[in-house]
Nanobody, 123 residues
Framework: QVQLVESGGGLVQAGGSLKLSCAVS????????MGWHRQAPGKEREFVAV????????YYGDSVKGRFTISRDKGKNTMSLQMSQLKPEDTAVYFC????????????????WGQGTLVSVSS
Protein backbone atom coordinates (compact mmCIF):
# COMPACT_ATOMS: atom_id res chain seq x y z
CA GLN A 1 0.00 0.00 0.00
CA VAL A 2 1.41 3.33 -1.05
CA GLN A 3 1.25 6.06 1.56
CA LEU A 4 2.34 9.67 1.53
CA VAL A 5 2.28 11.29 4.95
CA GLU A 6 2.80 15.01 5.42
CA SER A 7 4.04 16.65 8.60
CA GLY A 8 5.25 20.01 9.79
CA GLY A 9 2.16 22.13 9.37
CA GLY A 10 1.06 24.58 12.01
CA LEU A 11 0.42 28.20 12.90
CA VAL A 12 3.03 30.81 12.07
CA GLN A 13 3.10 34.60 11.93
CA ALA A 14 3.41 36.44 8.66
CA GLY A 15 7.03 36.73 7.63
CA GLY A 16 7.93 33.52 9.39
CA SER A 17 9.14 30.17 8.12
CA LEU A 18 7.94 26.60 8.21
CA LYS A 19 9.22 23.34 6.79
CA LEU A 20 6.90 20.61 5.57
CA SER A 21 7.96 17.01 5.13
CA CYS A 22 6.47 14.13 3.20
CA ALA A 23 7.34 10.54 4.04
CA VAL A 24 6.66 7.95 1.35
CA SER A 25 6.14 4.25 1.97
CA UNK A 26 5.09 1.36 -0.21
CA UNK A 27 7.03 2.44 -3.32
CA UNK A 28 9.56 4.92 -4.57
CA UNK A 29 9.10 7.76 -7.05
CA UNK A 30 12.71 7.73 -8.15
CA UNK A 31 11.82 8.16 -11.83
CA UNK A 32 8.81 10.42 -11.31
CA UNK A 33 8.10 13.98 -10.35
CA MET A 34 6.99 14.64 -6.81
CA GLY A 35 5.37 17.81 -5.68
CA TRP A 36 3.31 19.95 -3.36
CA HIS A 37 -0.10 21.42 -3.92
CA ARG A 38 -2.32 23.40 -1.62
CA GLN A 39 -5.96 24.18 -1.15
CA ALA A 40 -7.22 27.22 0.69
CA PRO A 41 -10.74 27.33 2.15
CA GLY A 42 -13.30 27.81 -0.60
CA LYS A 43 -10.71 27.62 -3.37
CA GLU A 44 -9.52 25.04 -5.85
CA ARG A 45 -6.37 23.02 -5.32
CA GLU A 46 -3.32 25.01 -6.47
CA PHE A 47 0.05 23.86 -7.74
CA VAL A 48 2.92 24.89 -5.43
CA ALA A 49 6.10 23.12 -6.57
CA VAL A 50 7.46 19.98 -8.22
CA UNK A 51 10.85 18.32 -8.27
CA UNK A 52 12.29 15.86 -10.76
CA UNK A 53 13.72 12.45 -10.02
CA UNK A 54 17.31 13.67 -9.72
CA UNK A 55 16.41 16.96 -7.99
CA UNK A 56 17.96 18.92 -10.89
CA UNK A 57 14.59 20.06 -12.18
CA UNK A 58 12.23 22.14 -10.08
CA TYR A 59 9.24 24.27 -10.94
CA TYR A 60 7.30 26.61 -8.71
CA GLY A 61 3.95 28.29 -8.82
CA ASP A 62 4.16 32.02 -9.44
CA SER A 63 2.79 32.86 -6.00
CA VAL A 64 5.60 31.06 -4.14
CA LYS A 65 8.63 31.65 -6.37
CA GLY A 66 11.59 32.98 -4.44
CA ARG A 67 10.02 32.11 -1.08
CA PHE A 68 9.59 28.33 -1.13
CA THR A 69 12.19 25.64 -1.82
CA ILE A 70 11.38 22.04 -2.66
CA SER A 71 13.82 19.20 -2.07
CA ARG A 72 13.85 15.43 -1.92
CA ASP A 73 15.99 12.71 -0.39
CA LYS A 74 15.80 9.61 -2.52
CA GLY A 75 17.70 7.54 0.02
CA LYS A 76 15.16 8.30 2.73
CA ASN A 77 12.22 8.39 0.31
CA THR A 78 11.16 11.79 1.60
CA MET A 79 10.41 15.21 0.22
CA SER A 80 10.39 18.61 1.88
CA LEU A 81 9.09 22.10 1.30
CA GLN A 82 10.91 24.93 3.02
CA MET A 83 8.61 27.92 3.22
CA SER A 84 9.83 31.37 4.14
CA GLN A 85 8.45 34.92 4.08
CA LEU A 86 5.05 33.40 4.68
CA LYS A 87 1.97 35.48 3.98
CA PRO A 88 -1.61 35.12 5.21
CA GLU A 89 -2.59 34.10 1.67
CA ASP A 90 -0.35 31.04 2.05
CA THR A 91 -2.87 29.66 4.53
CA ALA A 92 -4.07 26.33 3.15
CA VAL A 93 -3.95 22.59 3.47
CA TYR A 94 -0.74 21.43 1.81
CA PHE A 95 -0.72 18.10 0.00
CA CYS A 96 2.22 15.92 -0.93
CA UNK A 97 1.93 14.26 -4.35
CA UNK A 98 3.79 11.45 -6.04
CA UNK A 99 3.92 10.85 -9.77
CA UNK A 100 2.89 14.40 -10.64
CA UNK A 101 1.92 14.88 -14.29
CA UNK A 102 3.00 17.91 -16.31
CA UNK A 103 -0.38 18.53 -17.96
CA UNK A 104 1.05 21.24 -20.15
CA UNK A 105 2.69 23.01 -17.27
CA UNK A 106 -0.21 23.02 -14.84
CA UNK A 107 1.11 20.02 -12.84
CA UNK A 108 -2.45 19.49 -11.75
CA UNK A 109 -2.69 15.71 -11.47
CA UNK A 110 -0.78 12.99 -9.66
CA UNK A 111 -0.95 9.26 -9.14
CA UNK A 112 -0.84 9.49 -5.35
CA TRP A 113 -1.79 12.11 -2.79
CA GLY A 114 -1.25 12.50 0.92
CA GLN A 115 -3.97 13.52 3.35
CA GLY A 116 -2.64 17.03 3.78
CA THR A 117 -1.26 19.20 6.56
CA LEU A 118 -2.70 22.56 7.55
CA VAL A 119 -0.59 25.69 7.41
CA SER A 120 -2.08 28.80 8.96
CA VAL A 121 -0.36 32.17 8.63
CA SER A 122 -1.56 34.96 10.90
CA SER A 123 -1.23 38.62 10.01
Amino acid sequence: QVQLVESGGGLVQAGGSLKLSCAVSGRTFNNKFMGWHRQAPGKEREFVAVIGWNSAITYYGDSVKGRFTISRDKGKNTMSLQMSQLKPEDTAVYFCAGGVQGNGGTWSTAYYWGQGTLVSVSS
